[in-house]
């Protein structure tokens, strides 16, 4: 199948999805609910389209005022500013990547008092995913058909990464995690959750700020079959895998900070008893149907052990 049929068809089946979305909803009355949308970007050479791909995909998100905050984790300081209505920029804080570029977000949302029912999280990278699996418009559909149904406050919603590993961190076992390139929480489940999951304090107890020819520090924190996984991938397997020397410490140490946030955050919802939707990629949403799963049981059956012996 040619380029541009594969275009044409995927343009006629979103919007044959949009006509059954609006068909479905028209009778509903229009929710008065807020959505805001946390985007963290560290270098605009490296992901360029990716800004201009994510107002696309949320312009079609329908029933919510949305507010998207574009945070630039490579100038944290940069000003605040409104931009347009309901398009803010801002400087973040690249510390933990991600992660601390969205608690900075976080807190400016909360120092303008602006509340939010439900929050969408995204890294720039989430539209290098494409070739596994993820697809930006399936993501639209996807949170319209439930958004108004099953988004509650304590529900997370994202693709969720199948692993058969019991790899262990704080003596829990962690396998299955939800994905962090692009997911979304409700906003009960955002205040009761850290975000970094890591504090300063612990990622000082667990990984050097030097390459000192160790990776970790010697500890249980973290267990030994996930720092020997941790090694192996980003050093073997990762898309931009490097030697560990030196020069390359920076990236492999902020890699794997934010690996580790990534499986902490899922055992966090966890905890604090969340809800956890796996939005399944399949043809079903060619028909307006979404083979969505709730896995919370199977990833937060391990989310009460005790401490490793």
């Known amino acids: 199948m040619g380029n541009?049929?594969?275009?044409?068809?995927?343009?006629?089946r979103n919007r044959l999805v949009d006509f059954a979305y609006i068909a479905n909803t028209m009778s509903r009355p229009e929710p008065k609910r807020k959505a805001c949308v946390l985007y963290v970007y560290a270098d605009t050479n490296k992901y360029p389209h990716s800004l201009t791909a994510l107002r696309k995909i949320i312009s079609r998100i329908r029933g919510y005022e949305l507010t998207l905050i574009s945070i630039d984790n490579f100038r944290e300081t940069k000003i605040p500013t409104q931009i347009s209505a309901g398009y803010f920029d801002m400087g973040g804080d690249n510390t933990q990547w991600e992660f601390s570029g969205w608690k900075a977000g976080l807190e400016y949302l909360n120092s303008i008092s602006l509340?939010?029912?439900?929050?969408?999280?995204?890294?720039?990278?989430?539209?290098?995913?494409?070739?596994?699996?993820?697809?930006?418009?399936w993501?639209?559909?996807?949170?319209?058909?439930l958004m108004l149904d099953q988004i509650d406050p304590e529900t997370a919603m994202g693709r969720i990464w199948e692993s058969e590993a019991e790899n262990r961190i704080y003596g829990?076992?962690?396998?299955s995690f939800l994905q962090t390139h692009f997911f979304a929480l409700g906003g009960e489940l955002v205040r009761k959750i850290p975000f970094p999951a890591?504090?300063?304090?612990?990622?000082?107890q667990i990984i050097p700020d030097s390459w000192k020819g160790e990776?970790?520090?010697?500890?249980?924190?973290?267990?030994?079959e996930m720092k020997n996984f941790l090694i192996r991938y980003l050093t073997q397997q990762w898309k931009f895998k490097r030697p560990a020397n030196e020069s390359n410490w920076p990236i492999l140490r902020g890699k794997?900070?934010?690996?580790?946030n990534e499986r902490l955050l899922t055992m966090a919802v966890c905890?604090?008893?969340?809800?956890?939707?796996?939005?399944?990629?399949?043809r079903d949403i060619i028909h307006g149907h979404l083979r969505m799963r709730d896995c919370t049981l199977e990833i937060c059956r391990n989310s009460h052990n005790g401490p490793e012996n």
């Open 4 to 12: 541009a049929l594969r275009t044409t068809l995927r343009f006629v």
């Open 115 to 137: 509340d939010f029912d439900v929050a969408i999280f995204v890294n720039d990278s989430f539209l290098n995913r494409s070739n596994e699996g993820f697809d930006a418009d």
């Open 139 to 145: 993501f639209a559909h996807a949170f319209n058909a």
């Open 172 to 175: 829990r076992t962690v396998g």
């Open 198 to 204: 890591l504090t300063s304090q612990e990622v000082s």
């Open 215 to 224: 990776w970790f520090y010697p500890g249980n924190i973290v267990s030994s």
């Open 256 to 260: 794997t900070i934010a690996m580790l």
């Open 271 to 282: 905890n604090v008893g969340g809800r956890i939707l796996s939005l399944e990629h399949g």
